[in-house]
DNA sequence: CTGAAAGCGCTAACAC
DNA sequence: GTGTTAGCGCTTTCAG
């Protein structure tokens, strides 16, 4: 069965071409009568227009890019889904693209998205990403972009974030509370904004209590592949002054420092108490319960993905980047219960 | 900074747009100096040829169309990742479609596939879909199809499937070799083939060892909302004869019984042991560890990409649907050992 | 080896 | 209210 196009549907009509679109998107400009007799004749024959030839005409592709480090962590699949119903909403087209954490891929994907593939762009950047170039460059096409979560620090464009500095100075000092005298932040790369900021609110409460023996060892880097990850936290927990509090920057560390933990026989949250930087969905039924400061997943998709509608749909309204700062919560669970608590 | 087109370049280079074209395309009819002149010109101008006029021209969109029931789920984030891999090592785009478990949805998702938007499509379906009037549509349309995990039993196309049927088979007996004398399964759907299988797989199990009481009680259909699922699962656990087994045939499913078994104070595996057809990857630290049924996910998704690839790039090769079955793993967990082994 | 011209399928000015 | 025409940006005969 071959597909029948406008001028074939025309000739079929003994109608014109322009007619016949007009009718179909339901033009003023045509009678009623024939809008009706178009519109059945194109339902009967299977009509739908090629986007291509609208994209190329219109110059509007319908279409998003959302650029993704990967798919395997849950905060992205329920990005993905947040953005997705936004698009869905709006009659848009979702491309996914994975950087895998890598630069030089996220740069290649950018460039793709910069020849009128996409009307707008939605990225959550590589850990390795520390030169802007490649976003400037689309930025310079006038292609509308969007961050979401993981967002550089000085880079002018808009941005849906989560309250990454003031979490991380929470874990801290909750930890603290519950009794810790030796915390310690994993951190899966220096360079990936969410992981310093979290950082750095973690070492900033760590060091105003006082407690810390070597502020130079507060944050560890697991940062390499998922093997080397592993080994890194399990020789910290063999080390001499193993730490007794772990906060995972995010999803992967928390289940790394479980499984070590559970390998090595370390009693969690007895010997390590855990907070983890997660929306794992099975936190509550880890062994223990993992306490989380559970991010905006969803929210945090559907506001970057309006914010980008806006400004592809209503480009004169934008006058500057806008930043949105969704807050995390923390949820409580026996990973980090002070030792008085212990059943 | 405006984009160039191809025919402001070859206005700059003083040749020929059809020249131009050629030498990008690195054509033997072009002399090698002219190529590597237009060749630099090109890199200098930033051009990228408009991949819609491209499209249009050739009737080619080097885009496939993958289409879930959802990203939430594990399995599929996986599936992604294997799909995405073929896809970027052969130069595709992919378009992601989730039609959440619906019918109508999925319907209207393969509308948007017949237009030339895409040059294939991989789906999994959804637990709603027992008609397939919308997929014969599309391959009456010539378009490519191919299925992964969830596939129509009766559809003549190109599939990935795993062996459910003697997985669940395999679980059953499991489940009574362990002690349990009253093992259920849990589906998500009485449509769903992947449930079906799953759920003959284990009642002929049952039926075999003649342990039944009543044979019409063995599976229980666990779908609707997250909360009436719930609710389902609290049900069957506060019933006179609850059971002492459980199959979970979906990853949703088997986080939401460790839910329910942890509020209601139902000890697994002493008092219910539990198997999921899951790939979890908190399967090993949940408590207790969870024995899964683990699918070969990635690997499905790349041989479906491949499958799907080898059709479009090789139409006349193509003669008749393949069917691929790849192995599901079991993965024995503390969640069903046998009453013995109890420390 | 290079260029002219047609046309992929559609939309939007502009005529009538 | 309907039709004619030009052209979005590219590739591909076909001529030279």
Not at 33 to 59: D, I, M, Q
Not at 264 to 282: G, H
């Amino acid at each position: 069965m071959k597909r029948i196009n406008l001028k074939e549907l025309a000739n079929l009509l003994n109608l014109s071409t322009s007619s016949v679109s007009k009718a179909l998107r339901d033009s003023h400009e045509i009678s009623e009568e024939t809008k009706k007799k178009v519109r059945e004749f194109a339902v009967k024959h299977n009509y739908s227009p090629n986007p291509y030839a609208t994209s190329l005409r219109k110059k509007k592709s319908k279409t998003i890019a959302v650029i993704l480090p990967e798919v395997a962590d849950n905060y992205f699949s329920l990005a993905i889904n947040g953005i997705q119903k936004v698009a869905e909403a709006r009659g848009y087209h979702l491309l996914i693209y994975l950087s895998h954490e890598k630069y030089s891929i996220e740069k290649a994907v950018l460039e793709e998205c910069s020849n009128g593939r996409v009307d707008g762009v939605l990225i959550s950047i590589s850990s390795e990403t520390t030169d802007h170039s490649h976003l400037q460059k689309l930025v310079n096409e006038n292609i509308p972009l969007v961050f979401f979560d993981r967002a550089p620090e000085d880079f002018n464009a808009s941005k849906v974030i989560t309250n990454d500095y003031d979490c991380g100075y929470f874990t801290a000092m909750h930890l603290i509370e519950d009794g810790c005298t030796n915390p310690v932040f994993l951190s899966m790369s220096s360079a990936l904004p969410i992981c310093h900021r979290r950082a750095e609110g973690f070492k900033a409460a760590v060091l105003a209590t006082g407690i810390a023996s070597d502020p130079n060892k507060l944050v560890h880097y697991c940062d390499g592949t998922e093997e080397e990850s592993m080994k890194k936290i399990q020789e910290l927990f063999e080390s001499k002054n193993r730490p007794d509090g772990v906060v995972a920057s995010v999803e992967r560390l928390a289940i790394q420092t479980y499984m070590v933990a559970q390998e090595s026989e370390i009693n969690i949250p007895k010997e390590v108490k855990v907070i983890a930087f997660s929306t794992l969905e099975t936190a509550p039924i880890l062994n223990p319960p993992l306490s989380t400061i559970t991010q905006p997943a969803y929210d945090t998709g559907t506001k970057a993905a309006e914010l980008l509608f806006q400004r592809i749909e209503k480009p004169l309204q934008y006058t500057q980047p806008e930043c949105v700062v969704l807050p995390s919560i923390f949820m409580e669970r026996k990973s980090c219960i002070p030792k008085s608590h212990f059943s």
